[in-house]
């Protein structure tokens, strides 16, 4: 069984930056792709990245390109959400998510991902 711990959310003002962490225990292979979703208050759940656990391919949404950057650690079992130049619009709960994937894209939707953390909550004040 996969767990995911997320960490690092907090209070920012606008323009800030936070790096998100996501510590993973458990049966993660280099066939599994990571992702981070985001659900901003009172909406649904949306795609942030994901990056595949071997490297290789990343993919954003057009809301975070060029300010995220997911990257990940193979030896600390940990991948990363670097969030740079932050905007009101940015707040939310923060998940990581993770799954086994064999293609050479990256998944992008939320029925993709088989396991998720608990959330960190980022809150960015104008």
């Known amino acids: 069984q996969v767990q995911l711990v997320e960490s690092g959310g907090g209070l920012v003002q606008a323009g800030d930056s936070l790096r998100l962490s996501c510590a993973a225990s458990g049966p993660i292979f280099s066939n599994y792709a990571m992702g981070w979703f985001r659900q901003p208050p009172g909406k649904e759940r949306e795609f942030v990245a994901a990056?595949?656990?071997?490297?290789?391919?990343?993919y954003y949404a057009d809301s975070v390109k060029g300010r995220f950057t997911i990257s990940r650690d193979n030896a600390k079992n940990t991948v990363y959400l670097q969030m740079n130049s932050l905007k009101p619009e940015d707040t939310a709960v923060y998940y990581c998510?993770?799954?086994?994937?064999?293609?050479?894209?990256?998944?992008?939707?939320?029925?993709?991902?088989?396991?998720w953390g608990q959330g960190t909550q980022v809150t960015v004040s104008s």
């Open positions: 990056v595949r656990w071997s490297g290789g391919n990343t």
């Open positions: 998510a993770a799954t086994p994937w064999y293609s050479e894209n990256v998944p992008r939707y939320k029925y993709n991902y088989n396991y």
